[in-house]
């Protein structure tokens, strides 16, 4: 039986081009596998898109959000293995953590593999909810090629939120396809008075990994 997952640790990162052969290695071979081995963690998945900075995103699916602080993670955090050690050279600075707790999640049909997602940050003038959400991702169901939409609320940031979008291909989350969507009197509502907002389009890269169901696909590391 695979764990619900109602938490969400988002990892970004970014290192030099000449660097991201072994960094995918890294995360196809060593990383990916040792987090999402860890107890309380469902599932982990990578990410990238060259118009942000940081490049890469990783997403871990996680039993709630109380697994950060569990001993298996800040142990992996505190004692990087000599490659993580290595690796962590190459990115330095340049690293965002966030934890994450869920307050929505509405599926569109199937349940695929997502082939992009689309992340929109920010900070709400207002508590968020769980009608709130459920509205949102109901509505995402307009959206072409839309498999999925989630709200969750930052940990340590309560004021700021996180939106996902899934869909089963990038070309699907291009602009024109979102454009109608934004555009709707009730998500004008939704994003009235909104600050701090970021969005970007990001395309799956690598192997995804669910525990219960193990590695799935042919993702290539880079």
């Known amino acids: 039986m695979i764990m619900q997952a109602t938490g969400l640790i988002a990892v970004w990162l970014h290192v030099p081009p000449h660097r991201e052969e072994e960094f995918h290695a890294w995360y196809e071979l060593e990383h990916i596998p040792q987090v999402v081995g860890l107890d309380g963690f469902v599932s982990g998945r990578r990410y990238y898109c060259d118009d ?4 890469f995103l990783a997403l871990y699916e996680t039993r709630d959000e109380s697994v950060e602080d569990s001993p298996g993670f800040q142990h992996v955090v505190t004692h990087p293995t000599p490659w993580s050690g290595r690796i962590w050279t190459f990115f330095g600075k340049d690293r965002i953590r966030q934890n994450l707790a869920r307050l929505a999640s509405v599926a569109h049909g199937g349940h695929p593999d997502p082939g992009a ?7 709400a003038p207002r508590p968020l909810a769980e009608a709130d ?14 498999t ?3 709200l969750f609320r ?4 309560p004021g700021r939120y996180l939106e996902i979008f899934d869909f089963a291909a ?10 109608a969507f934004f555009d709707r009197p009730a998500r004008r509502r939704f994003d009235d008075g909104a600050r701090d907002v970021v969005r970007h389009v990001y395309a799956a890269t690598g192997t995804p990994l669910v525990k ?9 590391p880079g």
Not at 133 to 146: F, N, T
């Open 133 to 146: 959400g459920l509205e949102q991702g109901r509505a995402s169901a307009e959206i072409p090629g839309c």
């Open 117 to 123: 997602v689309l992340l929109r940050a920010f900070r």
């Open 52 to 55: 942000a900075f940081p490049k």
């Open 154 to 157: 930052q940990v340590r940031d």
């Open 212 to 220: 219960g169901r193990g590695v799935r696909g042919a993702g290539s």
């Open 170 to 179: 990038p070309e699907q989350a291009a602009e024109p396809a979102l454009a």
């Open 148 to 150: 999925g939409y989630r």
